[in-house]
């Protein structure tokens, strides 16, 4: 029996990936390369809705893609690619967004979240249309999984609706995807503002833990994560939503359980907690940065890889849009 097909993206929107894309997304992407057929993009027309610098989306794409294969994505396993190097995405992305009614795109809270933070001025039309394009990036592999995190599944959620109505409407073509999202680890907090989901985008790296970043700037950060005015590091995601954001990132790095973690540190203080917290941290990341730094030195490699992986993607995805073009009446062109 052929394996079951995961499929999933991360944007290039900024040079370093942080925790959460680590411990919510791309942790799994890893595990799943052994038991299912995986393909992994780096979704760089997404990212042109956070504001377009072109010189640092270039470094920023290239980075992304080297931190995918040092945090494990190997590319014989899986098929990693960049979105812009397979247009079957915006092939499929127009017709996502002519079967998505405007009421239904207004409800995506990411969409309200971004939007409310930059104002609507500064809010590119892309932002709303952002979920149709992402439903088009997942469709067009038939994936049964999407391993995201946590603020993904309204997306996931449009995504399978999208696929229903087009197969009820026109041709059973599309394969009805499943969001594949951990119980822990699936949100990771600002350290700033524990109250807001870690983002690449945040208007302060205050509260970020970026991959690339060095133990030191990493421990101090850690160090400074706010926390309540109590002494006990107990978790209590209400009433502690610093520590409890500080214990779920100890235990997913040093897989000890929350109630192990909470009697170890039963009778000492946050320092003491936040300085583990700290060591556990820095000792995962520091061979993800070295060997991140070691595959940016060779950028030709890299293309090459990406070359290939683009190849594989665009048979997939141009065999699907060649499906839907035509249940939807679209002639070929002869
Ligand atoms: P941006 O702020 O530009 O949207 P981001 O940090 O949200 O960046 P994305 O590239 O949008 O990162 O998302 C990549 C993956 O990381 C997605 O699967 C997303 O669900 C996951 N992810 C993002 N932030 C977190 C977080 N704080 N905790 C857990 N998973 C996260
Ligand atoms: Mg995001």
Not at 57 to 80: C, F, H, N
Not at 174 to 203: H, N, R, V, W
Not at 273 to 292: M, Q, Y
Not at 313 to 328: G, M, P, Q, S
Request: charged content about 25%; hydrophobic content about 40%.
């Amino acid at each position: 029996m052929s394996k079951a097909r995961a499929l999933s993206g991360i944007q290039p929107t900024s040079g370093s990936f942080h925790l959460g894309n680590y411990l919510g997304a791309v942790r799994q992407w890893v595990e799943l390369q052994n038991s299912h057929d995986t393909y992994y993009c780096v979704v760089d027309l997404h990212a042109l809705t956070a504001g377009v610098d072109p010189a640092k989306l270039r470094d920023a794409t290239l980075a992304s893609a080297a931190q995918l294969i040092a945090l494990g994505i190997d590319p014989e396993k899986s098929t990693l690619f960049i979105q812009s190097h397979v247009p079957a995405h915006n092939q499929l992305g127009w017709v996502m967004e002519c079967i998505t009614g405007f009421g239904e795109a207004s409800r995506m809270t990411q969409f309200k979240d971004k939007s409310a933070k930059s104002g609507s001025d500064r809010t590119v039309v892309g932002l709303f249309t952002y979920p149709m394009l992402q439903a088009a990036d997942i469709l067009l592999y038939q994936p049964q999984y999407v391993p995201v995190g946590e603020d993904q599944r309204q997306h996931i959620e449009l995504t399978r609706d999208l696929a229903q109505r087009f197969n009820a409407t026109y041709q059973e073509i599309f394969t009805i995807p499943e969001g594949y999202i951990l119980k822990a680890g699936a949100k990771i907090f600002d350290l700033q503002d524990p109250t807001a989901k870690m983002s690449k985008s945040a208007s302060s790296t205050a509260g970020l833990i970026e991959l690339l970043d060095t133990a030191q700037a990493n421990t101090k950060k850690i160090k400074s994560a706010t926390t309540d005015d109590g002494r006990e590091v107990r978790f209590d995601e209400d009433k502690k939503p610093g520590i409890s954001n500080l214990l779920t990132i100890h235990s997913a790095f040093s897989g000890r359980t929350i109630a192990e973690l909470e009697s170890e540190f039963d009778g000492k203080g946050y320092g003491d907690f936040k300085s583990a917290v700290a060591e556990v941290v820095t000792s995962h990341l520091d061979p993800i940065r070295e060997r991140t730094q070691e595959l940016l030195q060779d950028k030709g490699e890299l293309t090459r890889l990406l070359k290939i992986g683009a190849e594989k993607a665009a048979l997939v995805a141009d065999e699907t849009v060649r499906k839907a073009y035509d249940a939807l009446g679209l002639i070929p062109r002869g």
